[in-house]
Nanobody
Framework: QVQLVESGGGLVQPGGSLRLSCVAS????????MAWYRQAPGKQRDLVAS???????NYVDSVKGRFTISRDNAKRTVWLQMNTLKPEDTAIYYC?????????WGQGTQVTVSL
């Protein structure tokens, strides 16, 4: 059974930082491109950043220069370092494979950027 467990979210002021973690079990994550997605209230879930098996990363324009995705295949973990956070980054953040999310979605981790 594939399980993805996200953590590290919280409430942060604009300009602050958070580091999200995703631990994968039941899946040989090292064989897949992994990604972080986010879903803001009332909006669809969108891919934010991805990292392939060679470590090549891609980001949506809105987070370029602020977010960094990384992975450790031995630890079956993917991270998302988020700096200079903005209110528009507020969302539930999820991890999954990419470009197709083949694993069951986890519960995600809530990120709220507010004064």
């Amino acid at each position: 059974q594939v399980q993805l467990v996200e953590s590290g979210g919280g409430l942060v002021q604009p300009g602050g930082s958070l580091r999200l973690s995703c631990v994968a079990s039941g899946i040989t994550a090292r064989f897949f491109t992994m990604a972080w997605y986010r879903q803001a209230p009332g909006k669809q879930r969108d891919l934010v950043a991805s990292i392939d098996i060679k470590g090549t990363t891609n980001y949506v324009d809105s987070v370029k220069g602020r977010f960094t995705i990384s992975r450790d295949n031995a630890k079956r973990t993917v991270w998302l370092q988020m700096n200079t956070l903005k209110p528009e980054d507020t969302a539930i953040y999820y991890c999954n494979t990419a470009p197709n999310a083949i694993a069951n979605w986890g519960q995600g981790t809530q990120v709220t950027v507010s004064l």
